[in-house]
């Protein structure tokens, strides 16, 4: 059998049946990654020594006839921005290249505490800032399926790692859609949370009142699973939701009869491949099918999101930035001449294009005399936006929409148009400044390439989005 090839909840149900190890798992994935990850390069690092490790904890808990978790003895990778305690964290950057955290993140604590087995780290766009992962400081991610394209980004390398049965489950973050859009373009299944939903102590930050942590994986049940295993309260993130964590595998009923799902009409504009659409609307009809009731709506702030994102993004990413100074930690340039020539010097050195750009923008945007005109302006745009999801939820108790306008682009295809990169994310990254969940998942095909579906919630609606992915995956 080709262990790697298992969802979570399968290897789990066999893992417990004791018709299989942690280790074999483990080991089959392992030599999975050594096998394709040279072509697809999802992983910056991968840790086998300490997974087998892992595994074999796990394998000897089973053999007691210790009860584990769900997650116990799974091979799950983490984006390469979540600080793990030992193990070389870069953010994709130069400038944290031997970076190696002197603590873990909370997700991943929770992680280890549920004895599932990290793999290794996941490539992504540097510091997450992009939409294709070729913004790594180190080599793009190809994606699986098809390896002439790019796989999405930010969280490139999980999405990868996961449509490339390298990793069984991953975990991504997502500031303007880095969990949906990869999602989208390899086929997998991407959830943002809620913000607050999932700590993001020991994330690095971008930027800190849009970024959220969540899961990609082969499934919804999976995806249920890992929430399961990361929402919740904690003390270290003064943004932490204290709202109780629900049982999100209770979500997992194929029933959407009678629920009221929202179409914004914004959100099928010019610039939408006609297959994306087409892939969209049959998703839709399924649900008319399943029994939901069906409507439009319209979202009138929707056009002025990008604008605000690349105001509110950069500013609080310029800001977040500073701390990279070649002083405390990470890259410090060898040949300056004094302090100031120092940060000039590791800054210009350490950072790359993307990076830089941001940096720019953001501190453009903050700088006295600008400040009202940009930051302050993109604020209150955010405000709007965030009323029109209010607005909608009052009569529909989901949205549904494209993941992104097009399917997977070919490797180098908007490189040299910062503008066409930033339009990638046109659909994803108004969940962020509103705080809402979103869910993107496979809904159909354009010439073999997958096409994503965009379920947006309520503030903690992961439930029902949740059961609405698995009514139309059951009925797929
Ligand atoms: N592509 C968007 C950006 O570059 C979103 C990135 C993300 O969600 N981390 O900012």
């Known amino acids: 059998m080709e262990l790697y090839k298992l969802t979570v ?16 798992l483990t080991r089959s994935v392992l030599e999975r990654i050594a096998q394709v990850d040279p072509t697809i390069r999802a992983y910056i690092t991968v840790t086998p020594d300490l997974a087998l490790e892992q595994a074999q904890r796990v394998d000897e808990k089973l053999a007691k006839g210790e009860r584990v978790s769900p997650l116990a003895g799974i091979p799950i990778a983490v984006k390469d921005n979540i600080c793990t305690k ?12 031997n970076f190696v955290p002197p603590y873990d993140a909370t997700v991943a604590r929770q992680l280890r505490a549920l004895d599932a087995v990290i793999v290794g780290k996941t490539n992504l766009d540097e510091f997450a800032m992009g939409s294709s992962t070729e913004n790594s400081a ?9 390896v002439e394209r790019v796989p999405g980004g930010s969280s490139g390398g999980s999405a990868a790692a996961v449509a490339a049965d390298i990793a069984i489950a991953a975990l991504g973050s997502d500031t303007g859609g880095s969990v949906r859009l990869p999602a989208s373009f390899c086929g997998v299944v ?23 942590i969540g899961p990609l994986t082969k499934d919804i049940a999976d995806c249920a699973l890992v929430m399961n295993g990361i929402a919740g309260y904690d003390r270290m993130d003064s943004t932490s939701l204290p709202e109780p964590v629900p049982d999100y595998t209770k979500a997992l009923v194929p029933d959407v009869r009678g629920l009221r799902v929202g179409v914004p009409r914004e959100y099928f504009v010019a610039g939408i491949e006609p297959g994306v659409e087409k892939a969209v609307r049959g998703a839709i009809d399924r649900l008319v099918a399943l029994g939901a009731q069906v409507g439009e709506t319209s979202m009138p702030h929707t056009k002025y999101a990008l604008a605000a994102y690349y105001i509110i993004a950069p500013a609080e990413a310029s800001t977040n930035l500073a701390r990279y100074d070649g002083i405390k930690y990470g890259f410090s340039t060898r040949d300056a001449t004094d302090m100031l020539d120092g940060y000039f010097k590791t800054r210009q050195q ?25 930051y302050l ?13 209010d607005e909608a939820f ?11 306008p097009t399917v997977a682009f070919k490797i180098g295809e908007r490189m040299a148009n910062p503008m066409a990169m930033y339009l990638t994310d046109i659909f994803t990254l108004t969940a962020n400044p509103a705080g809402v969940p979103a869910l993107a998942l496979p809904c159909g095909q354009v010439e073999g390439l997958p096409v994503g579906l965009q379920i947006f919630g309520k503030p903690l609606g992961e439930e029902t989005l949740l059961r609405v992915g698995y009514a139309l995956e059951q009925a797929h």
Do not use: W
């Open 138 to 146: 180190f080599f793009p991610t190809r994606n699986p399926r098809d």
């Open 86 to 97: 030992g193990v070389r964290t870069t953010c994709a950057s130069r400038i944290l290249e």
């Open 350 to 374: 350490g950072f790359g294009p993307e990076v830089k750009r941001r940096i720019m923008l953001g501190t453009y945007a903050l700088s006295a005399g600008y400040y009202d005109a940009y």
């Open 394 to 404: 009052q009569k529909f108790d989901v949205l549904v929409a494209p993941t992104a």
């Open 377 to 389: 302006k993109a604020e209150k745009v955010r405000t709007l936006i965030k009323h029109d999801f």
């Open 190 to 212: 991407g959830l943002k949370p809620t913000y607050g939903r999932v700590s993001r102590y020991g994330l690095v930050a971008f930027a800190s009142s849009l970024d959220q």
């Open 9 to 24: 909840h399968e290897a789990h149900e066999l893992l417990t049946k004791k018709q299989i190890t942690s280790v074999e």
